[in-house]
């Protein structure tokens, strides 16, 4: 119900407070020595009090009451009762901007609230808030809000005694009370509060049902979607809490649920089709998720749903930034340094698991596309390979041609419309040629209209980004002037700590919430920021009413676009998910599977793998089962990081013992993060004992995540870059060790980024790239043969710190120039080829190229064309290949021979074969000139067909290569 209210003088503007008019309109200072101020009914003294004879209602933090308003004399108090619950909703009275607008000329205008549980670390229990006095200048951490003060102080009166609290909300359903037992019905169903409303005809426009929503909302309530994209549940319209800030990059960021590898080893299947399934299972999943805790979070004795039970936005889905150095720490999460393999992988993913059935407008979940542009590191590593670099004010300065030519096309592939058309895109922590990322009107509004994004497209903040705008890269004067700056650039929903994320019903951990003073201060200036742009106190052009509007507008249309507000019955994704689905058993196999197409054999001497299951193994290494030590645990060694959980994580050990006819004897011969004196607790006297008996060692090591090694070398994560290329020393004494007596060693090499090792010291060896909960499994379906090794490497593995510069150069084509695409013959000549290429990896047998055949067609009146080979099994057993196409074009383009297609083929047979075809378009036969823009020159285009990359001699098979010549004037 709409708010009533009294004004003092006839001839003034009315306002209203829990009104949705009260925040779309602004009024000029008042002269009249009387205020105008709503006060909280329930429990309260107003001296003098004017009640009306209609209550309305407001919302109180979670704790809604009955209120009334009233009109106090000059120098009037009031006061009122401990509130159930606790928290105040500052939309349920004036705020100290408003009152010094209202009353300019009055300096008793007071307002005190006592709240014995008032839920910030500022204003202990047992304190009082008060919100007072014209002039706004008091120096708090509120300024503009509240300060606090004593019991008995002047400003504070003692409460009266408490009263009987109201009712804890007012019934949400259409017949009330809500029948006894049952689920709240959903927003717009029928028994709704909100059935018979505009915004829940599902016949209407969206765009008219948002502006109708947003219509229905107060100020308080609008801002805190731009906050949160949440306001909180509101019985008025039924409206439940909606959790935004969910995780999804390799499986939802919870407990029991099928947990994937890391991307980058997604990315080392080069295989779109795994990629899909991959997605596949964590949208079905959310939509499980969903369903399943939306019931569980029913309280019979409230018959409300107290918190934010959905799992239907992904705000890190697809994480297109490039691995362009290796000890950037968040290499991990990437799909690599190629454009093109990080474009199709990111494309793949975002549309199977956002909005697989075309036929439908509805999303299954909204996928956040991250982190708007260049943002490659570093996290901490200065130019001397130091720690001390701030990524929060981190400024990558970047050629218009590098950015066209690598840093822009995995973005473009994700974010436009008719190819992954991800809903949204994050900005990052740094600046991008002097304009930080969350403030640039290119990366946030431009680029994404040049990409075509979908017209319901919006960009949020990393945590924390758009503050750091001022408080890290002082880009702008203050707090507010760079929220604003954000705001007006494109930016439309904010991701912080504290402010409505942290009402005590969410569930929130420390995490989103800490109780320290920084963060507080964050969360509040940032409110007042919005709030005195909207309510007249401090106008600003860049953030009006209507802005407001167009932002919580915003927040909203997702809700809209997955079906929230409509009949389940036509939305696809709607449909009754079972909880079996949950890490059941088919989703367990997606992830083995995927596991195993992950697994890069980098050595096979003598073709010691497959091994037989009846070897005599000794598994030895701090990888082998990884939770008995202090820097890893059983659940995050084999997933990294922004990751959940399954209910049983496969360590390597289980793996093994799986697959051999007896179980393998274990050593972990060291911790990955002790010292690297020699053998400093007398541990690899145990695994030489079991590697000299045995027939081969399994050795398992690897880089960690959460503790950094003795050596300071071997830490690769959010916030902290590596410092060296090599393993922890500790390691590489092991593995020294283990060599000098073993028969047979098989390396396996844990990590997301390149890692160089001695090869002398393996007879074979293995990347396993953070293989999630069927680690175990999949690694040893590949060693036993199960499942024959397809995985290539989605990054070089350079041999020294001396063929790469600092990180934090962007300059790609400057030699030595960074990956296998810009890394000249220059380069190699003077520094030396790396150890291995882009795309290298091995299998269990051999294949054969032939039969290239090129055509240059027209696709719409644009150049394009299409290439044909056919790829034979030519050894003794079965196996798959994945097809590399590489491209040379003419003239000198930056990029060498440059990746343009991949497919990986299905299992082969001895003497089998297929007949592969790729299309090349128009933007694949495209040069980037220095100016950033792209054309198609005239001459001989060169392409090369393998199972690695042109230039690198060790190749698994000889490829084929065939030119082609595009005449001038092909259009782009």
């Not at 927040?555 to 709607?574: C, E, I, V, W």
């Not at 004196?677 to 008996?693: E, R, S």
């Not at 790469?804 to 030699?815: F, I």
């Given at each position: 119900?709409?708010?009533s209210s009294?004004?003092h003088?006839t001839?003034?503007?009315?306002?209203r407070?829990?009104d949705?008019g009260?925040?779309e309109?602004?009024?000029?200072?008042?002269?009249?020595?009387?205020?105008h101020?709503?006060?909280?009914?329930?429990g309260f003294n107003c001296?003098?009090r004017i009640?009306?004879a209609?209550?309305?209602?407001v919302?109180?933090g979670?704790?809604?009451v009955?209120v009334g308003a009233c009109?106090?004399?000059?120098?009037?108090d009031?006061?009122?009762d401990?509130?159930?619950?606790?928290?105040?909703?500052?939309s349920?009275?004036?705020t100290q901007?408003e009152?010094c607008?209202l009353?300019?000329a009055d300096t008793?205008?007071?307002?005190?609230?006592?709240i014995p549980t008032?839920?910030?670390?500022?204003?202990?229990?047992?304190?009082?808030a008060?919100?007072?006095?014209s002039?706004?200048?008091k120096p708090q951490?509120f300024p503009?809000?509240?300060?606090?003060?004593?019991?008995g102080?002047?400003?504070?009166?003692a409460p009266?005694?408490p009263?009987?609290p109201?009712p804890?909300y007012p019934?949400p359903?259409?017949t009330?009370p809500?029948?006894?037992?049952?689920v709240?019905p959903?927003t717009?169903?029928?028994?709704?509060?909100?059935a018979?409303?505009?915004f829940?005809?599902?016949?209407?426009?969206v765009a008219?049902?948002v502006?109708d929503l947003v219509?229905?909302?107060t100020?308080?309530?609008?801002?805190?979607?731009?906050q949160q994209a949440d306001?909180?549940?509101l019985?008025r319209?039924?409206?439940?809490?909606?959790n935004?800030?969910n995780?999804?990059?390799?499986?939802?960021?919870?407990?029991?649920?099928?947990?994937f590898?890391?991307p980058?080893g997604?990315?080392?299947?080069?295989?779109?089709?795994?990629m899909?399934?991959?997605a596949?299972?964590i949208?079905?999943?959310?939509?499980a998720?969903s369903?399943?805790d939306y019931v569980a979070?029913f309280?019979?004795?409230?018959?409300l749903?107290g918190?934010a039970v959905n799992?239907?936005?992904c705000?890190?889905?697809?994480?297109?930034?490039?691995?362009?150095?290796p000890?950037?720490?968040?290499n991990?999460?990437?799909y690599?340094?190629d454009?093109?393999l990080?474009?199709?992988?990111g494309e793949a993913f975002?549309k199977?698991?956002q909005?697989?059935d075309?036929a439908t407008?509805?999303?299954?979940?909204?996928?956040v596309?991250r982190?708007?542009v260049?943002y490659?590191?570093?996290?901490?590593?200065?130019?001397?390979?130091t720690q001390?670099?701030d990524?929060?004010?981190f400024n990558?300065?970047?050629s218009?041609r590098d950015?066209?030519?690598y840093?822009?096309?995995?973005?473009e592939?994700c974010?436009d419309?008719?190819?992954?058309?991800?809903?949204?895109?994050?900005c990052s922590d740094?600046?991008?040629?002097g304009?930080?990322?969350?403030?640039?009107?290119?990366?946030?509004?431009?680029?994404?209209?040049?990409?075509?994004a979908?017209d319901?497209?919006?960009?949020?903040?990393?945590m924390?980004?758009?503050?750091?705008?001022?408080?890290r890269?002082?880009?702008?004067a203050?707090?507010s002037?760079?929220?604003?700056?954000?705001?007006?650039?494109?930016?439309?929903?904010l991701y912080?700590?504290?402010g409505?994320?942290?009402r005590?019903s969410?569930?929130?951990?420390?995490?989103?919430?800490?109780d320290v003073?920084?963060?507080?201060q964050?969360?509040?200036e940032?409110?007042?920021?919005?709030?005195?742009?909207?309510n007249?106190?401090?106008p600003?052009?860049?953030?009006?009413l209507?802005?407001?509007?167009?932002?919580?507008?915003t927040a909203l249309?997702?809700r809209?676009d997955?079906?929230?507000?409509?009949?389940?019955?036509g939305n696809?994704?709607a449909?009754?998910?079972?909880d079996?689905?949950i890490d059941g058993p088919?989703?367990?196999?997606?992830?083995?599977?995927?596991t195993a197409?992950?697994v890069v054999?980098l050595?096979n001497?003598g073709q010691?793998?497959?091994l037989?299951?009846t070897?005599k193994v000794?598994a030895?290494g701090p990888y082998?089962v990884p939770?008995l030590q202090?820097?890893?645990?059983?659940?995050?060694?084999y997933?990294?990081?922004y990751a959940?959980?399954s209910?049983?994580?496969?360590n390597?050990l289980d793996?093994l013992?799986?697959a051999?006819?007896t179980?393998?004897?274990?050593?972990?011969?060291?911790e990955?993060?002790?010292?690297?004196a020699?053998d400093?607790?007398?541990?690899?006297?145990a695994a030489?004992?079991a590697?000299?008996?045995?027939?081969?060692a399994?050795?398992?090591v690897?880089?960690?995540?959460h503790v950094r090694?003795?050596?300071?070398?071997g830490h690769?994560t959010?916030m902290?870059?590596?410092l060296s290329l090599?393993l922890?020393?500790?390691?590489?004494?092991l593995?020294?060790?283990v060599r000098?007596?073993a028969k047979?060693?098989v390396?396996?090499i844990?990590a997301?980024?390149?890692?160089p090792?001695?090869?002398?010291?393996?007879?074979?060896?293995?990347?396993?790239?953070?293989g999630?909960?069927?680690?175990?499994?999949?690694l040893?379906?590949?060693?036993?043969?199960?499942?024959?090794?397809?995985?290539r490497?989605?990054?070089t593995?350079f041999?020294s710190l001396?063929q790469?510069?600092?990180?934090?150069?962007y300059?790609?084509?400057?030699q030595p120039?960074?990956?296998?695409?810009y890394y000249d013959?220059s380069?190699v000549?003077?520094?030396g080829?790396?150890?291995f290429?882009?795309?290298?990896?091995?299998?269990?047998?051999?294949?054969a190229y032939?039969?290239l055949?090129?055509a240059?067609t027209?696709?719409?009146?644009q150049?394009a064309a299409t290439?044909?080979?056919?790829?034979?099994?030519?050894g003794?057993?079965a196996?798959?290949?994945?097809?590399q196409?590489?491209l040379k074009?003419?003239?000198?383009?930056?990029?060498l021979w440059?990746l343009?297609?991949y497919?990986?083929t299905?299992v082969?047979?001895?003497?089998a074969g297929s007949t592969?075809v790729?299309?090349l378009?128009?933007h694949?036969?495209?040069t980037v000139?220095a100016?950033?823009?792209?054309?198609i020159?005239?001459?001989?285009y060169?392409?090369?067909i393998?199972g690695?990359?042109?230039r690198?001699?060790?190749a698994?098979a000889?490829?084929?290569a065939a030119?082609m010549v595009?005449?001038a004037g092909?259009a782009?």
């Amino acid at each position: 119900p709409r708010a009533s209210s009294l004004s003092h003088q006839t001839n003034q503007p009315v306002i209203r407070s829990g009104d949705p008019g009260d925040t779309e309109r602004s009024s000029p200072p008042m002269t009249s020595p009387k205020c105008h101020v709503p006060f909280l009914r329930a429990g309260f003294n107003c001296l003098p009090r004017i009640f009306l004879a209609l209550p309305v209602v407001v919302f109180l933090g979670e704790v809604p009451v009955a209120v009334g308003a009233c009109v106090p004399q000059v120098g009037a108090d009031c006061y009122g009762d401990a509130l159930p619950g606790g928290g105040i909703n500052r939309s349920s009275v004036m705020t100290q901007a408003e009152c010094c607008r209202l009353c300019a000329a009055d300096t008793a205008c007071l307002v005190s609230i006592y709240i014995p549980t008032w839920p910030d670390p500022t204003s202990p229990p047992g304190q009082s808030a008060c919100l007072f006095k014209s002039g706004c200048s008091k120096p708090q951490m509120f300024p503009n809000r509240v300060k606090c003060c004593q019991p008995g102080d002047h400003s504070c009166p003692a409460p009266p005694p408490p009263t009987t609290p109201p009712p804890a909300y007012p019934c949400p359903c259409s017949t009330c009370p809500c029948p006894a037992g049952k689920v709240l019905p959903r927003t717009c169903d029928v028994g709704s509060t909100a059935a018979g409303l505009p915004f829940c005809d599902h016949t209407k426009p969206v765009a008219d049902r948002v502006v109708d929503l947003v219509s229905r909302l107060t100020r308080e309530e609008k801002i805190n979607l731009v906050q949160q994209a949440d306001t909180g549940f509101l019985p008025r319209l039924n409206l439940k809490e909606f959790n935004f800030f969910n995780t999804c990059l390799h499986g939802w960021w919870t407990t029991n649920v099928t947990t994937f590898g890391m991307p980058v080893g997604m990315a080392a299947t080069f295989d779109t089709a795994v990629m899909r399934q991959i997605a596949e299972v964590i949208g079905v999943e959310s939509r499980a998720l969903s369903q399943r805790d939306y019931v569980a979070s029913f309280d019979p004795a409230t018959q409300l749903h107290g918190v934010a039970v959905n799992w239907l936005v992904c705000k890190d889905a697809a994480e297109v930034n490039m691995n362009r150095h290796p000890l950037w720490g968040r290499n991990p999460e990437t799909y690599g340094e190629d454009p093109y393999l990080t474009a199709t992988m990111g494309e793949a993913f975002t549309k199977q698991l956002q909005q697989p059935d075309n036929a439908t407008k509805y999303v299954r979940t909204t996928a956040v596309t991250r982190h708007l542009v260049v943002y490659s590191g570093p996290e901490s590593l200065k130019a001397d390979n130091t720690q001390g670099e701030d990524r929060f004010s981190f400024n990558a300065n970047v050629s218009d041609r590098d950015l066209e030519d690598y840093f822009y096309p995995p973005f473009e592939a994700c974010i436009d419309r008719n190819r992954g058309n991800s809903k949204g895109a994050m900005c990052s922590d740094a600046a991008q040629n002097g304009v930080p990322s969350c403030a640039s009107e290119l990366l946030m509004t431009q680029k994404p209209k040049d990409w075509n994004a979908s017209d319901d497209f919006f960009v949020v903040s990393d945590m924390g980004s758009y503050y750091n705008v001022y408080a890290r890269h002082k880009y702008r004067a203050n707090t507010s002037d760079a929220l604003l700056t954000d705001l007006d650039a494109g930016l439309d929903i904010l991701y912080l700590r504290g402010g409505p994320s942290c009402r005590p019903s969410r569930g929130t951990t420390a995490v989103d919430c800490p109780d320290v003073a920084t963060t507080t201060q964050q969360s509040n200036e940032t409110h007042d920021a919005l709030e005195m742009a909207t309510n007249g106190s401090r106008p600003d052009a860049r953030f009006t009413l209507a802005d407001l509007d167009a932002k919580a507008g915003t927040a909203l249309r997702l809700r809209f676009d997955l079906g929230q507000f409509d009949p389940t019955d036509g939305n696809p994704y709607a449909q009754p998910v079972p909880d079996s689905v949950i890490d059941g058993p088919t989703h367990r196999q997606v992830a083995r599977d995927a596991t195993a197409a992950s697994v890069v054999l980098l050595k096979n001497a003598g073709q010691l793998l497959p091994l037989s299951r009846t070897a005599k193994v000794a598994a030895i290494g701090p990888y082998i089962v990884p939770g008995l030590q202090p820097s890893m645990s059983a659940t995050n060694a084999y997933v990294h990081a922004y990751a959940g959980s399954s209910g049983r994580m496969v360590n390597f050990l289980d793996g093994l013992n799986s697959a051999l006819e007896t179980p393998a004897t274990f050593v972990q011969g060291c911790e990955s993060n002790q010292t690297s004196a020699g053998d400093p607790n007398g541990t690899f006297a145990a695994a030489k004992q079991a590697a000299a008996v045995a027939d081969v060692a399994i050795l398992a090591v690897g880089l960690t995540l959460h503790v950094r090694d003795a050596d300071g070398v071997g830490h690769e994560t959010e916030m902290i870059d590596r410092l060296s290329l090599e393993l922890p020393q500790v390691q590489q004494d092991l593995i020294a060790a283990v060599r000098s007596v073993a028969k047979q060693v098989v390396l396996v090499i844990v990590a997301g980024s390149a890692v160089p090792f001695n090869e002398s010291l393996a007879d074979a060896a293995l990347y396993a790239m953070y293989g999630g909960e069927e680690a175990g499994n999949g690694l040893a379906d590949v060693l036993f043969g199960e499942v024959p090794p397809s995985g290539r490497l989605p990054f070089t593995v350079f041999k020294s710190l001396d063929q790469l510069k600092p990180m934090e150069d962007y300059d790609l084509t400057s030699q030595p120039g960074r990956t296998h695409l810009y890394y000249d013959d220059s380069s190699v000549a003077k520094l030396g080829a790396p150890q291995f290429w882009f795309g290298y990896g091995l299998g269990y047998t051999r294949f054969a190229y032939k039969g290239l055949s090129l055509a240059v067609t027209a696709q719409g009146g644009q150049c394009a064309a299409t290439a044909s080979v056919t790829v034979s099994n030519v050894g003794a057993t079965a196996g798959r290949e994945v097809v590399q196409l590489y491209l040379k074009r003419p003239g000198a383009p930056s990029a060498l021979w440059p990746l343009r297609g991949y497919q990986r083929t299905a299992v082969l047979a001895p003497g089998a074969g297929s007949t592969l075809v790729f299309g090349l378009t128009a933007h694949d036969l495209s040069t980037v000139r220095a100016d950033g823009t792209r054309v198609i020159l005239a001459g001989n285009y060169t392409v090369q067909i393998g199972g690695g990359n042109p230039r690198d001699p060790r190749a698994p098979a000889t490829p084929i290569a065939a030119s082609m010549v595009v005449a001038a004037g092909c259009a782009l």
